[in-house]
T-cell receptor, first 110, second 111 residues
Framework: RKEVEQDPGPFNVPEGATVAFNCTYS??????FFWYRQDCRKEPKLLMS???SGNEDGRFTAQLNRASQYISLLIRDSKLSDSATYLC???????????FGRGTSLIVHP | EAGVTQSPTHLIKTRGQQATLRCSPI?????VYWYQQALGLGLQFLLW???????NRGNFPPRFSGRQFPNYSSELNVNALELEDSALYLC??????????FGPGTRLTVL
């Protein structure tokens, strides 16, 4: 089983739709979690950290489920500009090496 | 505040040659990470430098090496280039346990 797994997609949704991605991790000692966004042929950029209690930033909501070992990202009212690949990142306690998922591709169409 | 910078933007080499990629971290960041992202694949961890020392390396052959300078900038060297080394090489910096910030990458093409 891979350390961090994501559905590669693509998720093809119309503008205004709500879409959710999940990311599962295998190491129960994982301590910190992040979502990054990567546009085509560009570098990944931090979208948001994921906190145990869940957190929201505008149209984006991140959740952590430690019992089932997954994190999720919910995007409401999708915009064309949300089209990108969303990378899940997991840090395991004691390790300074983050593990990246391969990403989930989102395509928002008019 | 200036972000992470990398040079060159693009690099074209032939098989067997050597490539040198450079990274300048955000001011105040002491850790530099190198990743390889081949087309269609995820980020693969290459090397981690902190305070001038190599702290960890990923599952790559020894022909991938690097160093970190006293000003915390870093260099990645790839010797005896192979076709499959063609990829986007990303550098990221961070301070302590904070999150990583990425540079724009160097796109290496091996012919």
């Amino acid at each position: 089983r891979k350390e961090v797994e994501q559905d590669p997609g693509p998720f093809n949704v119309p503008e205004g739709a709500t879409v959710a991605f999940n990311c599962t991790y295998s190491n129960s000692a994982s301590q910190s979690f992040f979502w990054y966004r990567q546009d085509c042929r560009k570098e990944p950029k931090l979208l948001m950290s994921v906190y145990s209690s869940g957190n929201e930033d505008g149209r984006f909501t991140a959740q952590l489920n430690r019992a089932s070992q997954y994190i999720s990202l919910l995007i409401r009212d999708s915009k064309l500009s949300d089209s990108a690949t969303y990378l899940c990142v997991v840090n395991t306690g004691g390790s300074y090496i983050p593990t990246f998922g391969r990403g989930t591709s989102l395509i928002v169409h008019p | 505040e200036a972000g992470v910078t990398q040079s060159p933007t693009h690099l074209i080499k032939t098989r067997g040659q050597q490539a040198t990629l450079r990274c300048s971290p955000i001011s105040g960041h002491t850790s530099v990470y190198w990743y390889q992202q081949a087309l269609g694949l995820g980020l693969q961890f290459l090397l981690w430098y902190d305070e001038g020392e190599e702290r960890n390396r990923g599952n790559f052959p020894p022909r991938f090496s690097g160093r970190q300078f006293p000003n915390y900038s870093s260099e990645l060297n790839v010797n005896a280039l192979e076709l499959e080394d063609s990829a986007l090489y990303l550098c990221a910096s961070k301070r302590g346990t904070d999150t990583q910030y990425f540079g724009p990458g160097t796109r290496l093409t091996v012919l």
